[in-house]
């Protein structure tokens, strides 16, 4: 990925205070940078910014990125787009690197957006018109400006981002994103820990200190326990944790509680095996249907890559999406600003509003809207003779209905979890591989239960959301149902396509968990998110069903408690019905196919 979204510190680039690039092109220009543009926000702190300008008179329109993780990593976009004619300002959001404050993820991105925005604005050689960019928490900060509406923000580019902080970004139908959480976590405190250590070092407090063995390195009580580390160098977790509800704590800073608030025209950018992608899909939807202008509901774009966090070029994970996977996405966005902020008349002029890039043809479309018109939903119903469990059993999918089918039943023990293989991850992926993985190992689980098709006689396209209606039970009070969509080629290979949760709690809201009455029987909706693929002919089209995914999502203990208070768990034996009365089906949505 770009340094723009990797959630790490970088190596620290060499210090420079006014840099020269000359460009010999007709339209290009030389680009001078200042460094540390200090702008005082509406409470008075103090964020900095690096500003790179054309050397010419002007005015030019401005952009404008908001990051956490330093600003010094986007030298080479502000070059590259200040020769072409930008004025390009990154800036240390509030908290981190060179700008002042505390840190806190999405609470001051708001205000501090709108101030930033109105401040560039203002700026030499500006011309009052402003667009941001950049993905994940960098997309984050232009949504939460966006929904301020600053007078002078004209455009946004948000890449790879989400629409709700509290579903799709820490929890996801319940599930607490473990994986994303804590690692995620664990990047952003290398720079808070820094800075704690700059505040409480001050060799004057231990000068008097004996034996000399005992002088106080930090100033500071020692940070010996998790808990004394969470409270000092990241609250929001534990404040993240003691929120599992989708309360007020989230919906003061939810995206889709005031997509009416949006004015302007948003070019999205979205990824089939990124984290975010719900959330990138459903910006897309709001914004076009609630926007609070014409401008914002006509001026909606969306754009479907393939990894998004997962990684990026031809290859992702374990599969060669061919050559024309490769995408240029500094390019993509000029060419968006080249058409919103300087009236150019490139391909964003003329094209359909959507494009995307459909595995399995390893091509791209061109369409007219997300979800597509054209994509009939489709119902492939789940049978098996009681005995789906792993790649050994019977389970089959079909578009006609089951009628009278016995049970398939598991043991979910969160001692012993699926585990995680691939699919929608940040961060660490050299420890926690993300993408496209074969998925067999797993599938070899008794407690992966396992519907397929027989081997397709022609080519499936689909494209759109994907649902599980899912008829089960549980023994216990509470526990999760996880589905993933997978395309089985025909040397076995098991390529996972995209995947979700429940956790049986929140199955009626997010607002308000309601524990289950054990071996009862519910209708559960699991939100699959959505892709695009062609199933070769050849091929199998695969579902499986479990009750983990670990660490992506934390393990339910089936206790009813809560994820930050539950400790031990019990395993739970839980059973998946497809009759007459109960008829759970994968609902896709097909563009091609029988």
């Given at each position: ?155 946004i580019c948000p890449v790879v981002t989400a629409s709700n902080y509290h579903d799709g970004w820490t929890y996801q139908s319940g599930a607490f994103e473990q994986w994303f959480n ?59 944790l003691a929120h599992p509800d989708y309360d007020d704590y989230w919906k003061s800073w939810s995206i889709e509680e005031h997509f009416a608030d949006i004015n302007v025209p948003i ?83 003329s094209s359909k509003p959507v494009k995307l890039f459909a595995m399995g043809a390893n091509e791209w479309r061109q369409e007219d809207d997300w979800p597509l018109p054209n994509a ?219």
């Amino acid at each position: 990925m770009r340094a723009r979204y990797v959630l790490f510190r970088f190596a620290i680039l060499l210090a420079f205070t006014t840099t020269c690039v000359r460009v010999y092109a007709a339209d290009t220009f030389a680009v001078s940078t200042q460094l540390n543009v200090e702008a005082k926000m509406r409470d008075g702190t103090v964020l900095r910014a690096d500003i790179y300008r054309p050397q010419a008179e002007g005015p030019f329109p401005v952009l404008l990125q908001r990051t956490p993780y330093d600003k010094r990593n986007e030298r080479g976009f502000g070059v590259k787009a200040a020769s072409r004619g930008y004025v390009v300002v990154v800036q240390d959001v509030r908290g981190r690197y060179s700008s002042e404050g505390h840190w806190y993820p999405f609470k001051n991105e708001s205000n501090d957006g709108y101030d930033t925005v109105e401040w560039v604005a203002s700026l030499p050689h500006g011309n009052g018109k402003v667009g941001m960019f950049g993905g994940s928490y960098v997309g984050a900060t232009q949504m939460l400006t966006a929904i301020s509406h600053p007078p002078h923000l004209s455009a946004i580019c948000p890449v790879v981002t989400a629409s709700n902080y509290h579903d799709g970004w820490t929890y996801q139908s319940g599930a607490f994103e473990q994986w994303f959480n804590e690692s995620w976590t664990s990047g952003l405190a290398q720079d808070t820990l820094d800075r704690w250590i700059r505040q409480n070092t001050n060799p004057m407090d231990g000068i008097w200190n004996t034996p000399l063995a005992d002088y106080p390195l930090v100033n500071s009580p020692t940070m010996t326990e998790t808990a004394s580390l969470h409270r000092t160098l990241t609250p929001y977790f534990n404040d993240w944790l003691a929120h599992p509800d989708y309360d007020d704590y989230w919906k003061s800073w939810s995206i889709e509680e005031h997509f009416a608030d949006i004015n302007v025209p948003i070019l999205t950018i979205a990824a089939w095996y990124d984290i975010f992608l719900g959330g990138s899909l459903r910006n897309y939807i709001g914004v076009k249907a609630h926007g609070g202008s014409d401008a914002a509901r006509k001026g909606q774009r969306l754009l479907v890559t393939i990894g998004g966090h997962a990684g990026s070029g031809r290859k992702i994970g374990d599969v060669d999406f061919g050559p024309a996977a490769v995408f240029d996405e500094d390019e993509v966005i000029l060419a968006w600003y080249d058409y919103v902020l300087k009236g150019i008349n490139n391909e964003f002029a003329s094209s359909k509003p959507v494009k995307l890039f459909a595995m399995g043809a390893n091509e791209w479309r061109q369409e007219d809207d997300w979800p597509l018109p054209n994509a009939k939903q489709t119902k492939y119903y789940l049978h098996s003779g009681g005995k789906a469990s792993s790649l050994k059993g019977d389970g089959g999918l079909s578009t006609v209905a089951a009628k009278s089918e016995p049970v398939d039943r598991y043991i979910y023990n969160p001692e012993n979890p699926a585990p995680t293989t691939g699919g929608p991850l940040c961060c660490e992926a050299t420890r926690l591989r993300p993408g496209p993985r074969d998925q067999r190992p797993v599938e070899a689980r008794d407690d992966v239960l396992i519907y397929q098709t027989p081997v397709l006689t022609q080519d499936v396209e689909v494209t759109g959301p994907i649902t599980l209606e899912l008829f089960a039970s549980s023994s216990a009070a509470d526990t999760d149902f996880t589905g993933k969509l997978v395309d089985v080629s025909p040397d076995g290979f098991a390529q996972n396509l995209t995947e979700g949760i429940i956790r049986a709690k929140y199955r009626d809201s997010q607002e308000k968990a309601t524990l289950i009455t054990p071996d009862e029987i519910y209708k559960f909706k699991i939100d699959l998110w959505a892709t695009s693929n062609v199933f070769k002919k050849g091929h199998r089209l695969r579902l499986e069903i479990s009750s983990s995914n670990f660490p992506r999502f934390d393990r339910n203990m089936n206790t009813g408690e809560d994820t930050a208070t539950a400790r031990k768990g019990m395993p739970a034996t839980n059973r998946v019905y497809h009759d007459a009365e109960h008829p759970s089906a994968l609902i896709l949505p097909l563009v091609s196919g029988p």
